[in-house]
């Protein structure tokens, strides 16, 4: 705990960030019409960049990722109000998906979403097009084996039902993971047992438990959400990332309570859900 003084001193610290990060949003909003206009150059300065950085402390990064946004969602105004509300930063995932048609609908997005679960989303979405269109009958996974085994299942592909065969083997090893699944445990508090923590994190290898992602597991999310049932259940208990635990609790994550690779996003939460209010009230500890 700090003192009375030094909590003072974090206190201005804090809000003097907060004002710095506001006009630096402000600055980066002039910057297309002091790019057009050749601002930097007739104030003899070499560069934009040199005129950003003298005159506000931006970085080349800034200015670019500035610019281009910008320029992006020029003829996209309820993007456009974003930027201007919240900063260029917050609409640079979805400034180059988004059409005069779905710029409502990015820009609700954007405005609920942090920097980081806005990326996550425009990704999973363009993922999700990408395989709907490129890949319609079935997708292409990548499995790193050893030597001997590759070569023992590169044969058994040539069989005509090695499809089904892989089938029945795949489902025999979720069938070992489920019966090796410790008991639930009902009540008892927040804190998830060690023999269940380390059973879903072991079970995707420490990674987030959505199909695609191999991101590092920062959290253990409760699909059904511990506050309604007061339960931990290995089955509805899912190792994931920052990320995607936050589409979760945004209600983004469609068949949630189902296995992990029947997750999907969906494009508006269940308003009638009763994990909603759950939902809504870690959402006021999270600000975007």
Not at 41 to 54: C, L
Not at 152 to 176: G, N
Not at 193 to 201: A, L, Q
Not at 228 to 234: R, S, T
Request: hydrophobic letters at 40%; glycine letters at 4%; proline letters at 3%.
């Amino acid at each position: 705990m700090l003192d009375a003084d030094l909590e003072k001193i974090h206190q201005d610290f804090v809000t003097y960030g907060k004002n710095a990060r506001e006009w630096i949003r402000k600055c980066q909003l002039l910057l297309p019409l002091i790019a057009e206009h050749r601002v930097w150059e007739k104030k003899r300065f070499s560069s934009i960049y040199e005129y950003a950085a003298k005159l506000a402390g931006m970085g080349r990064s800034s200015v670019d990722t500035a610019l281009w946004t910008l320029r992006k969602v020029a003829d996209l105004p309820a993007l456009q109000a974003v930027a201007e509300s919240k900063g260029v930063n917050r609409v640079r995932a979805v400034a180059k998906i988004a059409t005069p048609e779905t710029q409502d609908f990015w820009a609700d997005k954007a405005k609920t979403m942090s920097v980081r679960t806005l990326e996550m989303y425009v990704r999973e979405t363009r993922n999700s097009l990408h395989v709907a269109k490129a890949q319609p009958d079935g997708l292409d996974v990548t499995v790193h084996l050893n030597a001997d085994l590759a070569r023992r299942l590169e044969q058994l592909k040539k069989h005509a039902d090695f499809e089904k065969i892989f089938e029945r083997v795949v489902a025999r090893m979720e069938d070992e993971v489920v019966e090796a699944a410790p008991e639930s445990v009902r009540g008892g508090g927040r804190h998830i047992p060690v023999e269940i923590d380390r059973f879903v994190t072991t079970r995707t290898g420490g990674l987030c438990a959505w199909p695609t992602c191999t991101r590092e597991a920062t959290s253990l999310h409760h699909a059904q959400r511990w506050g309604l049932e007061k339960v931990h259940d290995p089955a509805r208990l899912h190792a994931v990332c920052t990320a995607h635990e936050r589409l979760a609790h945004l209600g983004l994550i469609e068949n949630e309570e189902e296995h992990p690779s029947r997750w999907r996003l969906r494009e508006h939460a269940d308003a009638m859900a009763n994990k909603r209010f759950i939902d809504q009230f870690v959402a006021l500890y999270r600000p975007t």
